[in-house]
T-cell receptor
Framework: GEDVEQSLFLSVREGDSSVINCTYT??????LYWYKQEPGAGLQLLTY?????DMKQDQRLTVLLNKKDKHLSLRIADTQTGDSAIYFC????????????FGRGTSLIVHP | DAGVTQSPTHLIKTRGQQVTLRCSPI?????VSWYQQVLGQGPQFIFQ???????GRGNFPDRFSARQFPNYSSELNVNALLLGDSALYLC??????????FGDGTRLSIL
């Protein structure tokens, strides 16, 4: 079955880079997602990557995928206080109904 | 374009009552999914509907039910509410194999 693991907390200084890590267990073809959740809000899709890709970059966000180790990371360059939120990694299996399985989320705290 | 909209935003119920939550998907999205998110956890899948048919169901008791209407909006019903049903209920819509887009959720508190 699918299982997604994330570290629970990350604290960084404003202006530094943040790296949030995630591991998943399913070796089938998958989509892997990063969502952001701010207090009192729903989940905002940040980016996603298909398992045949190694890297995807979108402005300050870089996603790296190590398929052999089933390891996914999200790098946020020049982290700002507005980036403080909970970040969820999720995985879905292609060929099915693309229902994502979520990790518990990583709480990113950005301090001045 | 409007995103996924959910109503109400907050709801307080007592044990044993019944609740109905509503969701309107993004225009053009035919698939709607429901999730339960308890504090400190990631969203847990409850149901997915596509073209008014149930396509998937998570590990939730029969007290949870849902339906989708011809305009693709959806309702989630929960009967015989328990304290443990207190959570944020999220609705998401999608099209094809594209990622799901979430609403801001309904915060349900059970007293």
């Amino acid at each position: 079955g699918e299982d997604v693991e994330q570290s629970l907390f990350l604290s960084v200084r404003e202006g530094d880079s943040s790296v949030i890590n995630c591991t998943y267990t399913d070796s089938s073809s998958t989509y892997l997602y990063w969502y952001k959740q701010e207090p009192g809000a729903g989940l905002q899709l940040l980016t996603y990557i298909f398992s045949n890709m190694d890297m995807k970059q979108d402005q300050r966000l870089t996603v790296l995928l190590n398929k052999k180790d089933k390891h996914l990371s999200l790098r946020i360059a020049d982290t700002q206080t507005g980036d403080s939120a909970i970040y969820f990694c999720a995985e879905s299996i292609t060929g099915g109904s693309y229902i994502p399985t979520f990790g518990r989320g990583t709480s990113l705290i950005v301090h001045p | 374009d409007a995103g996924v909209t959910q109503s109400p935003t907050h709801l307080i119920k007592t044990r044993g009552q019944q609740v109905t939550l509503r969701c309107s998907p993004i225009s053009g999205h035919k698939s709607v999914s429901w999730y339960q998110q308890v504090l400190g956890q990631g969203p847990q899948f409850i149901f997915q509907y596509y073209e008014k048919e149930e396509r998937g169901r998570g590990n939730f008791p029969d007290r949870f039910s849902a339906r989708q209407f011809p305009n693709y909006s959806s309702e989630l019903n929960v009967n015989a509410l328990l304290l443990g049903d207190s959570a944020l209920y999220l609705c998401a819509s999608s099209v094809g194999n594209q990622p799901q887009h979430f609403g801001d959720g309904t915060r349900l508190s059970i007293l």
